[in-house]
């Protein structure tokens, strides 16, 4: 059996630079909290649970995560405060934790670290060693540098040294620590409690207990890797957009390994998921959210929103075409053909080969297959029959300023131009809307209803004249 993994998170800090009154873990990467993305590598590294240490906007962080983080792993939070240092942080976490486990300590504002480097970090703590994760940097400013026994890259290691306390000399080291390590429980409890503040910054410094491991005879390893996205932190909106795009490309990268054909992986944002069947194309600036999933031979076109939808195979979304689903969800049956500048809200739902063109708007409404609308019309609360015709400027009026109310439009049936269909109301089977009719009361199936005023001709009408301006 592995030994446990247990997670300490660190998100006391302020984030001073992110210039928010949000604070900084909160911050959205890929469409979710910066924190989501840590305590999601946790739960798919299967550790036993997660502990987040909060302080600043402690409540916010901590009611926020709780609603977002789906239940499963799980997620306790130790406040720390005031912040005395890294060290001082994991020793809050420290009631919450079993000795016979490994703890693994993560930063909360650190969202691009892999499982399988985390996976290889443990590995190598194997509940015995102190495992640091490392570096190499061509400008490690900053950072905490790996102080190591000999000139050797593999010397052994005696000590991480923060920046500020660092000699020039020391400050040429180019290794540093990635804020990233995997600690045996029980031998970090006893370290902990030997911190002090005896340093440039009077903090509490996790990255001591190097030093006590070594004066332990206990094994550091560093595990180096060359990746330095995976350990980047955000301390910025400039960072948080550079480490978006980093993210970005990975998963375009993963779609096209699949067969995806992206006309500009730079150009494409996935804020959620998107599962894509074989064959999809999908073009430039296209922005995903929430689950959405793309059948065989989909093809997105440019500059298109699609949030919550499902897409059947052979659907295609034309260019500027927004779908959002929220929580009903919207669905585009195979073959449909939708946009450009087409509008569909929750609840749409499209059956086979239909039809919605530009500046259609369709909300809560079922289409069955075959039923077309092509022009600037508005479907709400509608239930479509199949091969519906509806006509350019329509609209169900389906709401009576208190209620919405249903609009039935049988199969076969054709909607002029310009009509209004007062809900609750239904058009039977077959039957013909004259263009420009406001419909209050049912149709019988077959029938033309026209409901308009009739047109008059008045003849050799004048037309007003323009007056004549005084010279
Ligand atoms: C830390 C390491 C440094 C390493 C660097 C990598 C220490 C002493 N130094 O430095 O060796 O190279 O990370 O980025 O650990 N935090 C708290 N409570 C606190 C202080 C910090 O929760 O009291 C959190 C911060 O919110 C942040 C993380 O801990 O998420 C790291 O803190 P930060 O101040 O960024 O550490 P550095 O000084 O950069
Ligand atoms: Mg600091």
Redesign the pocket.
Known sequence: MATPVDVVI????KGTRMKSRLPKVLHRLGGRALLVHVIDCAARLSARQAVV?T?HGAAEVESAISREVPPGLGISFAR?EP???????VQQALPHLADEGITLVL???VPLTRVDTLQALLAQCDGQRLALLTLSMADPR???RIVRAGKEPTAQVRA?L?HKDASEAERAIPE????IMAVPTRLLRGWLARLDNKNAQS?Y???DIVKFAVADGVVVVAHQITDAAQVA?VNSPVQLAELERVHQLRIATALMEQGVRLADPARLDVRGTLDCAQDVEIDVNCVFSGVVTLGEGVSIGANCMIANASIAAGAVIHPFTHIDGEKLGVKVGPGALVGPFARLRPGADLGAEVHIGNFVEVKNSTLAAGAKANHLAYLGDATVGERVNYGAGSITANYDGANKHRTVIEADVHVGSNCVLVAPVTIGAGGTVGGGSTITKDTAPGALSVARGKQVGIANWQRPQKKKQAP
């Open positions: 660190m998100a006391a800090g240490i302080g720390q912040q005395l240092g890294t060290g001082h942080a930063s909360g504002d900053g950072y905490g991480i923060e540093i620590y990635s804020g903090e410094y996790l990255t932190g």
